[in-house]
C-alpha cells in the first residue's frame, strides 16, 4: 500500500485521501472523446484544501422542430439507428422523449445507467456509443462540472425507462476547457435511460454490535459517527448495518459508495462523499486495504461500519494532511451503491 494522496479538479483533497496510487479518472468512459472536458489520467493535480466546486444547477431541454424531426429505430435497450430529413444545425439544442419513461428524473449529481450513442447531426454518421451489452447500461455520474454540456443536457431531465434523441449544438458540444480536444460538431445525441443508482444505502437494518462506534442517520442519509468511550480494536473489524439484497461485491471491482471517514482519537470527519453533489466510485485496489476489506464480499444495497487498524489504514507515515497521525485507527461508514 501506498500513500500518494490525489484529486480530481472538482473534488478537494480530503475527498480522495482513501485512495492509494495513481487513480484513472473514472468518468472516462469509451466516449470520453466526446463526454469529458479536461478530463486527464496522467497528471497528479497538486493538493488542495479549497472547498468543493458546486454543481451546476439542472436545466432542462425543451423539444423543437429539429429534435422532433429525427426518426429513431430500435427498441429501448437496443443500439439505435437514426434517419435525418436534412442536415441539421440547431443553433440551440433540444430534446424530444421518443419512448416516455415512469421512472424518477435524472438531474445534476445523479449517478445514472444508460445506453448513448452520439451521431454527426449533419450526415447522421455514428461517433461514439456505449452501453448496450448486458442489461445494466453504462455508468454515467451527471457532475454539472466534467461533461460537454450537450451531453449533460441529454443525460439530465429524463426520466428513468426513458429513449430521448437530443439534438445539441456545435457550441454544447465543445469542451468547457478550451483546447483539450478537437472542436466537436452538433451532434444527435440517443439516450436510453435504464436507472438512477440510489445516493444511500437501501438493505434491511440490522442489529448494532457491541463495542462499534453508533451511527446515527440524517434524512438524506449523511452519518453522524460518535466513537465509544474506549481505546479501539487492534484488529479490523467490520459492522453491517444495513443489509442490502445486490450483488456480491467482488475483488477488484470497481464501486459506486457514498462514505465518510473518522479518527478514532478525535472524533472528527476527515473525509467523506457527503455534500459534494455526487457520490465517488474508485476501484477496491485503489483505495487502503481498511477500506477495499470492508466493501468486498458486501452486498449492494448495503451499509457497513469498518474500525481500520493503523497497518490497515496509513500505515507508520500517516497522513498529515488530514491530521491522520501513525497510530490512528481510522472508522468509515461505506454505503455500497454500485458495482459496475
Known amino acids: 500500500m501506498t500513500d500518494t494522496t490525489e484529486t480530481t479538479r472538482a473534488s478537494s483533497t480530503r475527498a480522495s485521501r482513501l485512495r492509494r496510487g495513481r487513480v484513472p479518472a473514472l468518468v472516462c468512459v469509451p466516449i470520453a472523446a466526446l463526454l469529458l472536458a479536461g478530463c486527464t489520467t496522467d497528471a497528479d493535480p497538486a493538493p488542495t484544501d479549497a472547498p468543493s466546486v458546486s454543481a451546476t444547477p ?33 443553433e440551440t439544442s433540444q430534446q424530444t422523449v421518443v419512448v416516455a419513461g415512469k421512472g424518477p428524473s435524472t438531474e445534476v449529481g445523479d449517478v445514472v445507467r444508460v445506453a448513448i450513442t452520439v ?6 454518421a455514428e461517433l461514439s456509443t456505449a452501453g448496450y451489452t448486458g442489461d445494466s ?20 431531465c429524463a426520466r428513468a425507462g426513458s429513449r430521448t434523441v437530443t439534438v445539441a449544438s456545435a457550441a454544447d458540444m465543445q469542451p468547457a476547457t478550451p483546447g483539450t480536444a478537437a472542436p466537436n460538431p452538433a451532434a444527435v445525441i440517443v439516450v436510453d435511460t435504464f436507472s438512477l443508482v ?22 438524506d442519509g449523511r452519518p453522524t459517527v460518535t466513537i465509544p468511550d474506549a481505546d479501539p480494536p487492534t484488529d479490523l473489524r467490520i459492522e453491517v448495518l444495513k443489509k442490502g439484497d445486490g450483488e456480491v461485491v467482488p475483488d477488484p471491482a470497481n464501486v459506486t459508495v457514498q462514505y465518510q471517514g473518522v479518527t478514532w482519537r478525535t472524533g472528527e470527519v476527515f473525509d467523506e462523499s457527503w455534500g459534494r453533489g455526487s457520490v465517488a466510485s474508485f476501484s477496491t485496489d485503489q483505495v487502503v486495504s481498511g477500506f477495499a476489506e470492508a466493501m468486498i464480499g458486501q452486498t449492494v444495497g448495503s ?27 481510522l472508522v468509515f461508514v461505506i454505503d455500497i451503491l454500485a458495482v459496475a
Not at 451521431?119 to 447522421?124: L, P, V
Not at 447500461?137 to 439530465?156: K, N, R
Open 58 to 90: 439542472t436545466t432542462c431541454l425543451e423539444p423543437g422542430a429539429e429534435s422532433d424531426s429525427v426518426r429513431v429505430s430500435g427498441g429501448f435497450g437496443e443500439k439505435p439507428s437514426i434517419e435525418l430529413a436534412a442536415p441539421l444545425a440547431a
Open 198 to 219: 440510489p445516493t444511500s444505502a437501501t438493505g434491511e437494518p440490522q442489529a448494532a454490535v457491541e463495542g462499534f462506534p453508533e451511527v446515527t442517520l440524517a434524512d
Open 119 to 124: 451521431f454527426d447531426a449533419e450526415s447522421g
Open 137 to 156: 447500461g453504462e455508468q454515467l455520474t451527471i457532475s454539472g462540472q466534467f461533461y460537454v454540456p450537450g451531453i449533460e443536457g441529454a443525460l439530465s
Open 303 to 329: 451499509q457497513v461500519v469498518v474500525i481500520v487498524p493503523p497497518a490497515d489504514g496509513y500505515g507508520d507515515a500517516g497522513e498529515p494532511g488530514a491530521e491522520i497521525e501513525p497510530t490512528d485507527t
